[in-house]
C-alpha cells in the first residue's frame, strides 16, 4: 500500500512510502486485540482501594445485646458490619490488577490494530518536522494542514520531541508519543494516525 508524504503545510511533497503489507496489511486478530487492550487498561489501575475489615475498626468488643429476643439480626460489638459506622464484609483491599502477556500476541495486536487504521485509509505519513519552542497555535495550524483538526488524532514521531508534545498537551483530542511507545489502545483509540517517516522505520524495526 503506497501513501502520499506531505509536509507539515499539508502539501504533498512528491513522494512516496510503502507501508509494509506484515505490518499494515494483515488480517485483524480481534481476540488479540481485546487481550492487549484489556492488559494496558489493567495496567492503568492503581489497585490501592481498601476498606476496613472488623479487625481494624477501634472500638469496644463489648457484646451490646443479648443473643436471642432482641428482633434484629444477632451481632456482637459495635464494630459489626450489621451497624452503622462498623466494618464492611469482603471490601476491596489493594492489590495488583497487571497480568501477562506473551510478546508475540503483543505484537500481532499491535499489528491489527495499525492494519485496521490501513482498510479505514486513516493513516497520515508527514516528513519529520520539529518545533523551534513550545507552540500550541503552531501545532494548532499543522493539525489544520493536515486536515486532522476535530478529530482524535494521535502524532507518532520518532526519537524524544518534547517541543511537539509540549504545543499539543493542552489541545483535546490530539496526542503526540513516540514510535517506541505505540500501543494497540491508543491506535484504536485515535480516528487518524498522523505517522512521520522515520517514526515508519522504527516500527518496521520493531514489528517486521
Known sequence: MEVSVLNI???ETGRKVTLNDAIYGIEP???VIYLDVKQYLANQRQG???SKERSEISGSTRKLGRQKGGGGARHGDIN???LRGGARVFGPTPRDYSFKLNKKVKQLARKSALSYKAQENAIVVVEDFKLDAPKTKEFVNIAKNLKVDGKKSLFVLAGDNNNVYLSARN???AEVMEAQAVNTYKVLNADVLVISEKSLEVIDGILG
Do not use: C, R, T
Request: aromatic share 0%; no cysteine.
Open 48 to 50: 490501592n482501594a481498601k
Open 171 to 173: 489541545l483535546q483530542g
Open 29 to 31: 486478530n480481534d481476540h
Open 80 to 82: 459489626s458490619p450489621l
Open 9 to 11: 503545510k499539508g502539501q
